[in-house]
């Protein structure tokens, strides 16, 4: 196993990251298989993997209890527990001291090792820095009390929210948890935010490496062209084998559903194989072959001459996001826009397609992405039915 050293601590580079968990059956909302998850752990920590990742909204709230209790039958020192305070579900009120005890109890520990703000995010940072809830204030006092021992951030924002986030708290916070792959590294602005994150002396964990799953498996010409320079590599390893060769990636979380995921995951993290410069090259010439996106450069002309004042690139990014595959993060920060800047808001006068350099017709895409957001149900919507789901349990 490969592991990276935190302040002093021996982390296993892989870790075990439980949104994912296998469940009885295949169908949304049904239980989980708490007996393969326990052999799971037990293979995860036989071969070496110690950090476990949770959140308070994972399975509807089952997931820490479920984690707690696999966890529970070996030493307390034998492995590192995270989660995550659940700041960036839409709520009347915010009552950090109530949710951190309840998770204490859940996962059945006196402290967590890692303790992360939920999702920073344009709607979420708000809660995070409102003094009413006092938020960070609070999850500060329980890491000098020792029940926090290192405390972080996990982000789904712009490099533009990571960059206010940082100015505000940027020398509280230990770490940050982003989504990072090789698809994402352009699509998402990955790079930025990473390099932003280096540059503050920031260490990275990392989320969704194969995308949820959809980097584990290609089309058929692009996984001839990475087998035949690698034949003893699997595809999801080249994945995690880009991320093996960014120096300050300090953590690997995977989201394994089953006991072949978890073999699979742990074979590759035995030995550090980062990728060669022309390995790397093919892997992101193969990633915006994925993209089927609008060739937006961000030159930003359109903005200038636009009646309604959209912020036509960001949109545009957002659009070709969705398109890739369908995506909660997009609906969290198109609800964190007034309803006027949304893609719904453009009245198709064209101004913005006369200019573009790219020829891109504007409007058709605001009008698609428009069609396309109206079938998804609102960051709000969602975390409505999280509450009534966890509280039907």
């Known amino acids: 196993m490969i592991y990276t050293d935190f302040q002093g601590l021996k982390l296993s580079l892989l870790g075990f990251g439980t949104m994912r968990l296998p469940q009885l059956s295949g169908e949304p909302g049904e239980p989980v298989d708490e007996a393969q998850v326990g052999e799971m752990v037990e293979y995860a920590l036989s071969h070496g993997v110690n950090y476990f990742d949770t959140a308070y909204p994972y399975h509807g709230g089952e997931s820490e209890r479920v984690i707690g209790r696999a966890l529970k039958k070996y030493p307390r020192e034998q492995f590192y527990l ?39 995010y344009e709607n979420s940072i708000q809660t995070y820095t409102d003094p009413r809830w006092g938020i960070v204030d609070y999850f500060l006092e329980q890491k000098r009390k020792g029940r926090i021992r290192h405390l972080g951030f996990s982000s789904h924002g712009s490099v533009n929210n990571l960059t206010e986030f940082l100015n505000l708290y940027g020398d509280e916070m230990e770490f940050c948890q ?52 690698r034949p003893e590599e699997g595809i999801p390893a080249w994945a995690f084998r880009f991320l093996q060769g960014l120096p300050n990636v300090q953590m ?142």
């Open 82 to 120: 995270a989660t995550k305070y659940p700041g960036h579900q839409i709520s009347k009120s915010y009552d950090p001291a109530a949710v951190f005890e309840e998770q204490l109890e859940k996962c059945g520990v006196e402290y967590f090792d890692f303790y992360l703000l939920h999702n920073v």
């Open 178 to 229: 982003i989504q990072l792959n090789y698809l994402d590294w352009t699509l998402q602005n990955a790079k930025e935010k990473y390099e932003l994150l280096t540059q503050r002396g920031i260490l990275v964990w990392v989320m969704e490496p194969v995308r949820g799953g959809r980097l584990a498996k290609l089309e058929a010409d692009r996984e001839e062209r990475l087998q035949k320079a």
């Open 252 to 393: 690997i979380l995977s989201g394994m559903s089953n006991m072949e995921q978890m073999r699979e995951n742990v074979s590759t993290f035995e030995t550090r194989k980062p990728l060669t410069a022309g390995e790397e090259a093919m892997l992101l010439e193969i990633a915006e072959g994925m993209k089927n996106s609008v060739p937006c450069t961000a030159c930003r002309y359109c903005c200038d001459g636009c009646p309604m004042g959209l912020d036509i690139p960001m949109l545009l990014a957002a659009y070709n996001e969705l398109r890739f595959a369908p995506n909660l993060n997009v609906s969290m920060r198109l609800d964190a826009l007034p309803e006027k800047k949304r893609p719904q808001a453009c009245i198709g006068c064209g101004k913005c397609a006369k200019i573009c350099p790219q020829c891109i017709d504007i409007p058709n895409a605001m009008r698609e992405f428009a069609h396309m957001l109206s079938g998804m149900p609102s960051w709000e919507e969602i975390c409505r039915q999280r509450e009534a789901a966890a509280a039907k349990k």
